[in-house]
C-alpha cells in the first residue's frame, strides 16, 4: 500500500486564486523556475489540463499509469471487493530478510496472520480497509478532472478492457459495495461463514461495519463498529448514483468535498 500512497496525494485547482492574487502567482512561478529539478520529478502543475485546469501531483502521467498497472491487476492490488493492502504477489514471493542468523519475511496475508509478529494480526499486510480505498477514489476522480475522459488504462489489467478514471473510481466502489450486498448464492460477503448472520431473517439484514475485510472473499475482520470509516462505504454509493463524470469538472480539488455538502444539507442537522 506504501507504494500506492503517493496516489492520492493530488488536487486540481483552476487558477483563479493566483489571478486573484498575482504576486503569490508570480512567486510560485519563481519558485519552480528555480528548481527544475523538482519539475522534473514531478507532474508539471504549470501544464494545463481539460478546462485550462491544474493539477499538484507526485505522479506525472507516465508513473501514473505505471502505478495504475500494478494497482489493476488482479494478481496484485486489485481484489473482487477492492484494493488489497499488500500485493497478491508476496504470497508466492514473499520479502526475505536475514537478522542476528535467523530469516525474516513478510508475505500476502489476505485475513489474520499466521503468526505472533505485529500484535498477531495482519492488519497492512493483505486485507482490505475502507478509508485508504476512499482516498484512492478521491484522487481518481481528481485526475479525472484533469484528463477528462482521453486518458484510458486496462481495468482489469490485461483484460483488454479500457476504462477512463471515472470509470475505474466507479468500478472500484461498485467492488466495495459488494462487501455488503447479496450475492448470487443470498449471501452476504461481509459475514464470511457465520450461519447466524448468513442464515437467521433476524439478524442477516444487520450489516456490521468491520475495520478491514479478507482480500480474497470479503469477509469482515476486526472490530465490527468502525462506522467512523467503513462507512464511507454509504458515501460511495450515494456518489456515483448521483453524480456523473461530467459533474468532476469542478476545476477545483472539492469533488468529495462538494458531495459531503450536499449530504450535510440533506440531514435534519444541515437543514
Known amino acids: 500500500m506504501v507504494g500506492l500512497l503517493p496516489l492520492c496525494a493530488t488536487t486540481v485547482f483552476d487558477g483563479k486564486l493566483m489571478k486573484m492574487y498575482p504576486e503569490m502567482g508570480d512567486r510560485l512561478i519563481q519558485f519552480l523556475n528555480s528548481r527544475q529539478e523538482i519539475i522534473h520529478r514531478i ?102 478532472s484533469y484528463y477528462g475522459n482521453d486518458f484510458k488504462i486496462e481495468c482489469p489489467t490485461g483484460s483488454g478492457n479500457w476504462m477512463n478514471l471515472y470509470g475505474i473510481a466507479e468500478e472500484i466502489s461498485r467492488r466495495l459495495s459488494r462487501i455488503f450486498l447479496l450475492d448470487r448464492n ?9 450461519g447466524k448472520f448468513q442464515e437467521d ?39 456515483f448514483a448521483t453524480f456523473r463524470p461530467e459533474d468532476t469538472k469542478i476545476g477545483k480539488s472539492g469533488y468529495f468535498d462538494k458531495h459531503a455538502e450536499l449530504m450535510k444539507s440533506q440531514s435534519p442537522a444541515g437543514a
Open 43 to 144: 507532474h508539471d502543475p504549470m501544464k494545463l489540463g481539460q478546462n485550462k485546469s491544474h493539477l499538484a501531483s507526485i505522479l506525472d502521467e507516465k508513473k501514473l499509469r505505471r502505478v495504475l498497472e500494478k494497482m489493476l491487476d488482479e494478481n496484485e492490488f486489485l481484489s473482487p471487493y477492492g484494493i488489497r493492502s499488500m500485493s497478491r504477489y508476496h504470497a508466492e514471493h514473499p520479502f526475505v530478510m536475514e537478522a542476528g542468523g535467523r530469516e525474516y519475511q513478510v508475505k500476502y496475508l489476505p485475513a489474520e496472520s499466521d503468526s505472533g509478529m505485529f500484535g498477531g494480526n495482519s492488519n497492512w499486510r493483505g486485507p482490505i480497509w475502507m478509508p485508504v480505498n476512499a482516498l484512492i477514489i478521491r484522487s481518481l476522480l481528481n485526475y479525472h
Open 186 to 194: 443470498n449471501r452476504r460477503p461481509v459475514f464470511g461463514g457465520s
Open 201 to 239: 431473517p433476524h439478524w442477516r439484514d444487520c450489516i456490521l461495519f468491520y475495520e478491514y475485510f479478507h482480500g480474497e472473499n470479503g469477509a469482515g475482520l476486526g472490530a465490527s463498529h468502525q462506522t467512523g470509516w467503513t462507512g464511507v462505504v454509504a458515501l460511495l454509493l450515494h456518489l
